[in-house]
């Protein structure tokens, strides 16, 4: 059973570039999540979403940032015209359905570094 | 003031110490409590689960959850040179599917 998927593992935009990243759930996962880590620092809470809903987007910053989980496909966490502060680790965990079972798995994330 | 406290460290002890590290909270809302270890460019793993007060147990490592002083704790025994990691704690305010808040991270290296 594959863990957490995501791709690119690493991405290099100039500023004013958009980024894509990308995450596939565990097999039978309909919650993602996405965290950012900033260097030195722990793991900041973006959004939560299910199949075609963004259930939580309270981490999001409220410009250039979007995410979206569609019925087919991965989820996938789109960042406009990015600049030198988007630097980071993008990570993406995956939950199961079953509201007494909320252990969140984690991909290797993504790295994002922005010349 | 954070949500969640956790003394970045770094940490470094012998191999077979014990090794034990905390984290601080301010919201009494939380009431679930995660222990995760990351290693050098990797996804974050989950340790230990624990949703009560008390001691939880698994293996080398222990969880330990103390509410009305809002302070958590995961302790190591006979630490190895493989439990050289970030170790990461987290919080939830509800059961099921949620977001999480994290502390900082403690980096924890222990030498054989």
């Known amino acids: 059973n594959a863990g957490v998927m995501q791709n690119p593992r690493h991405l290099v935009r100039r500023r004013g570039q958009e980024a894509r990243l990308r995450c596939s759930p565990m097999k039978g996962h309909s919650h993602v999540y996405w965290y950012r880590q900033l260097p030195e620092e722990g793991l900041k809470f973006m959004v939560y979403?299910?199949?075609?809903?963004?259930?939580?987007e309270s981490g999001m910053p409220k410009e250039r940032f979007s995410a979206e989980f569609p019925k087919e496909g991965p989820s996938i966490l789109r960042i406009q015209q990015v600049v030198r502060g988007d630097s980071a680790a993008y990570f993406c965990?995956?939950?199961?359905?079953?509201?007494?079972?909320?252990?969140?798995?984690f991909g290797p994330g993504t790295r994002l570094t922005v010349l | 003031q954070k949500e969640v406290e956790q003394d970045p460290g770094p940490l470094s002890v012998p191999e077979g110490a014990i090794v034990s590290l905390n984290c601080t909270y301010s919201?009494?809302?939380?009431?679930?409590f995660m222990w995760y270890r990351q290693y050098s460019r990797k996804g974050p793993e989950l340790l230990m689960y624990t949703y009560s007060s008390g001691n939880k147990e698994d293996g080398r490592f222990t969880a330990q959850v103390d509410k009305s002083s809002k302070y958590i704790s995961l302790f190591i025994r006979d630490s190895q040179p493989s439990d050289s990691a970030t170790y990461l704690c987290a919080m939830g305010k509800s059961r099921g599917a949620q977001k999480l808040v994290f502390g900082q991270g403690t980096r924890l290296t222990i030498n054989p």
């Open positions: 919201n009494s809302a939380f009431q679930y």
């Open positions: 965990a995956s939950s199961a359905e079953v509201v007494l079972t909320d252990t969140q798995y």
């Open positions: 979403l299910q199949k075609e809903n963004i259930i939580d």
